[in-house]
């Protein structure tokens, strides 16, 4: 749901909030500290480092649909809709779309000249393939069962066109598309050179979010970097890491610190 203003209120912040994640960039003088809380609130930071209790195996949402999966996701991948912070179904990927046959027939317009993080311009190819690869249950076992079975097609109707055909009747099927549901754009060609690796540490993700995967390894971290040919604006940090630590560690933490600071 990566909307062009307000990026770190509604991306940073709830990644933040993953139950038992901790801010680690910033050193607390002792308990009960509000030294972080005061330096988010001055302004976009150059570098955001923050811990997360949630495993993540992999960059992919289509392979391992968690709620931290999709909360990273939202990084760097986008659908053809977004979510704003009220609810609101907005554009992303998709300028605008409409209705016919009685909300069988959903025809989105793309946006024009989106870039990937690998330096192409996505393509309606890319976005059909995405939307493909995700009901597919073999390529997308983690993603392939948020979407409705009523979804029959998805296919290329002009330049900059992609028409969807359902079988029934649904008036909130732009949602469907956003990637807090069913809908996260890749690379077709970035996706096939990848194969099994695709959102691995050594292959990494293709996307067209406002930041880009840098670094990734399961047991330790990932990092993303701001994207500077992003569509949209980006009032995020510059650089973001994020800690991947178990809850074991977590815990230790906790108890450790207090002990040695209180």
């Not at 991306?11 to 972080?36: K, N, Q």
């Not at 055909?165 to 060609?189: E, M, R, W, Y």
């Amino acid at each position: 749901y990566m909307a062009r203003t307000g990026l770190f209120q509604r991306i940073i912040v709830p990644l933040i909030a993953v139950p038992l994640t901790i801010v680690t960039a910033l050193s607390l003088a002792g308990c009960g500290s509000t030294t972080a809380q005061k330096t988010i609130s001055k302004g976009p930071l150059s570098t955001l480092t923050v811990a997360s209790a949630s495993a993540v195996s992999t960059l992919s949402v289509n392979q391992e649909a968690g709620s931290a999966n999709y909360q990273l996701a939202a990084l760097y991948q986008e659908g053809l809709t977004g979510v704003d912070a009220s609810g609101k179904v907005i554009p992303a990927l998709a300028e605008h779309w409409k209705s016919k046959n009685n909300n069988k027939t959903w025809v989105f317009t793309l946006r024009k000249n989106v870039k990937l993080h690998d330096g192409s311009t996505l393509t309606t190819n890319d976005v059909v393939d995405s939307i493909n690869v995700a009901r597919d249950p073999k390529l997308s076992p983690g993603l392939s069962v948020y979407w409705p079975n009523y979804v029959e097609n998805a296919q290329q109707t002009g330049d900059n066109e992609i028409t969807i055909t359902l079988s029934s009747s649904h008036a909130d099927f732009p949602i469907q598309v956003s990637n807090v549901a069913g809908l996260f754009v890749t690379s077709k060609k970035f996706r096939e050179e990848a194969g099994s690796a695709y959102g691995s540490a050594t292959k990494l993700i293709d996307g067209t979010g406002p930041y880009k995967v840098t670094e990734f390894d399961p047991s330790s971290h990932i990092t993303l970097q701001k994207f500077k040919i992003y569509w949209g604006k980006n009032n995020g940090p510059k650089t973001v890491r994020v800690n991947l630590i178990s809850l074991f560690l977590i815990t230790s933490y906790r108890v450790d610190e207090e002990t040695r600071l209180c």
